[in-house]
């Protein structure tokens, strides 16, 4: 059974841009949520998607967004990058809506770095 | 603000030593998890121990938990190099999102 995939591992780009980050679940969960991760910060909740709809959402600017297909892969997008936008962004997927009840299953995270 | 503290935040131990981390959290909760984390790589779940319980057991893992002192603490016996990582609590609450703590680095020396 194939893990969760985040695509692109590593990326960079410039201050003002923006970027799409993609997950694609353990095929049969259904949820999906996504964390940020800094040194400073450590990891960070920033929205969680069950059947295409947002369940939960963390204190990020509104440049932060996200949304789910049908098939239940995920895409986040960050609009208007910043500086401390420097992050590793990871998605996580669980069986069950409601993360709070089982556990999650991590991808290796897409490596996001402003200049 | 994060729900779960780890203490220490940094342990260096020896090989074949045991490894003691804290996590202390504010509010109350349904479960408690604890991941680990390899050097910039994806978090991986180890277990998951449920507020009605005390104590759970997982191969050289053993998570306690005391709801009254809102703490729970991660023993990983007979370390190996392979445990260096990152550990991180978890705590989940009804209708809240899963919040993690700032971590506990570990560095197992051969």
């Known amino acids: 059974k194939a893990g969760v995939t985040q695509t692109p591992r590593y990326l960079i780009k410039t201050r003002g841009q923006q970027v799409t980050l993609s997950c694609s679940p353990i095929s049969g969960h259904r949820s999906v949520s996504w964390y940020q991760q800094t040194p400073g910060q450590g990891l960070q909740f920033l929205f969680e998607y069950f059947s295409e709809t947002q369940r939960n959402k963390g204190n990020f600017p509104g440049r932060f967004s996200g949304r789910q297909f049908s098939n239940s892969r995920s895409e986040m997008n960050v609009s208007t990058l910043e500086l401390g936008d420097s992050a590793l962004y990871l998605c996580a997927s669980s069986l069950v809506p409601g993360q709070v009840t089982g556990e999650l299953f991590f991808g290796e995270g897409s490596r996001l770095t402003v200049l | ?110």
């Open chain 2, 1 to 110: 603000s994060q729900q779960g503290e780890e203490d220490p935040q940094a342990l260096s131990i020896q090989e074949g030593e045991n490894a003691t981390m804290n996590c202390s959290y504010k509010t109350s909760i349904n479960n408690l998890q604890w991941y680990r984390q390899n050097s910039g790589r994806g978090l991986v779940h180890l277990i998951l121990i449920r507020s009605n319980e005390r104590e759970k057991h997982s191969g050289r893992l053993r998570v306690t938990l005391d709801t009254s002192k809102k703490s729970s603490s991660l023993l990983i016996t007979a370390s190996r190099a392979a445990d260096t990582a990152s550990y991180f609590c978890a705590t989940g609450a009804a209708g809240n999102k899963l919040t993690f703590g700032g971590g506990t680095r570990v560095l197992v020396k051969p």
